[in-house]
């Protein structure tokens, strides 16, 4: 009798040893999609600093052009040239208003904003769909210690865990992938 039980010991491991394997393929992909998400929010994040910056110097020329027009409209130059006056004071105030918006180049302040408010946003959703991948890889490494102990103890609800934790590795992976939105309280 001792022989069939041995055989059942067997076919038991074998599977709990594929479980196993199964469980080490999820990991290997939620890390993958951890580390590309990763790397997704800092590239988001330097592209949504770099436009801030962009923005804040935009800004920062915007207002010395203003201060200048401001100047010379309270103290134009004595005996100077009314007309040349007038012309330098519309010329920045056209470059003012490119400066403010220019949708031919992007590079107007309303355009930098959005543009980073776009990255900014995406290195969010990036971040997101991370903490999803990285808690999905945890319950796929928790799962296989589990798996992994129930063919030293034998322990059958050891294996069960281990397989109820791959299930729940691949809910919070999917809901990464597809709805990161989804579970707010993961974050």
Do not use: C
Not at 172 to 187: I, N, S
């Amino acid at each position: 009798m001792s022989g069939g039980g041995h055989g059942a010991i067997e076919g038991s491991n074998k599977r709990v040893a594929l479980m196993i394997s199964v469980l080490a393929l999820f990991l290997a992909g939620a890390e993958t999609l951890a580390k590309s998400a990763q790397t997704e929010a800092l590239g988001a994040n330097v592209e949504a600093s770099n436009q801030w910056a962009y923005f804040q110097a935009r800004t920062i020329r915007a207002t010395v052009l203003k201060t200048a027009d401001e100047a010379l409209a309270l103290a134009p130059p004595a005996g100077g040239d009314d007309a040349a006056v007038k012309a330098k004071r519309d010329e920045w105030a056209k470059t003012l208003a490119r400066w403010e918006s220019e949708p031919a180049t992007g590079e107007g302040r309303k355009e930098l904003a959005a543009k980073a408010k776009a990255s900014e946003l995406r290195r969010d959703l990036a971040l997101e769909r991370y903490h999803h991948f990285e808690l999905a890889s945890a319950a796929f490494q928790v799962g296989i210690v589990l798996a992994s102990a129930e063919v030293i103890t034998g322990i059958v609800a050891l294996a069960f865990a281990g397989g109820f934790l791959g299930v729940a590795g691949l809910a919070l992976a999917a809901f990464g992938q597809f709805a990161p939105h989804t579970l707010p309280f993961l974050h």
